[in-house]
């Protein structure tokens, strides 16, 4: 089992910033990718961000590119989101995800989630 703890999540302004942050616990060494969804009210849960904790290798999605950032801290077994430029749009819950497969795996699939974090952005 793997077990994902979110924080950083509140209110900001349009045009402002926020940093997510997901520690991961238990048997990491054996997720492959984790990443960031959200999900707005009404509306189905979308992948944001992943990240493949063996290499670096990121994916963006194409609603954020250039204005969110994922990171990762081996180290510490943290994942971070950098929200830059942010809009109302961006309000939803957001939730941190880990997988032992792919990156592309959709909501559906994916076997780890964290809480969420609440992020509103007013305009």
């Known amino acids: 089992q793997v077990q994902l703890v979110e924080s950083g999540g509140g209110s900001v302004q349009a045009g402002g910033s926020l940093r997510l942050a997901c520690v991961a616990a238990?048997?990491?060494?054996?997720?492959?990718?984790m990443g960031w969804f959200r999900q707005a009210p009404g509306k189905e849960r979308e992948g944001v961000a992943a990240?493949?904790?063996?290499?670096?290798?990121?994916s963006d999605a194409d609603s954020v590119k250039g204005q969110f950032t994922i990171s990762q801290d081996k180290v510490k077994n943290t994942v971070s989101l950098q929200m830059n430029s942010m809009k109302p749009e961006d309000t939803a819950m957001y939730y941190c995800?880990?997988?032992?497969?792919?990156?592309?795996?959709?909501?559906?699939?994916?076997?780890?989630w964290g809480q969420g974090t609440q992020v509103t952005v007013s305009s």
């Open positions: 995800a880990a997988d032992r497969s792919y990156c592309s795996r959709g909501p559906g699939e994916i076997e780890y």
């Open positions: 990240i493949y904790p063996s290499t670096g290798i990121t």
């Open positions: 238990g048997y990491t060494y054996t997720v492959n990718c």
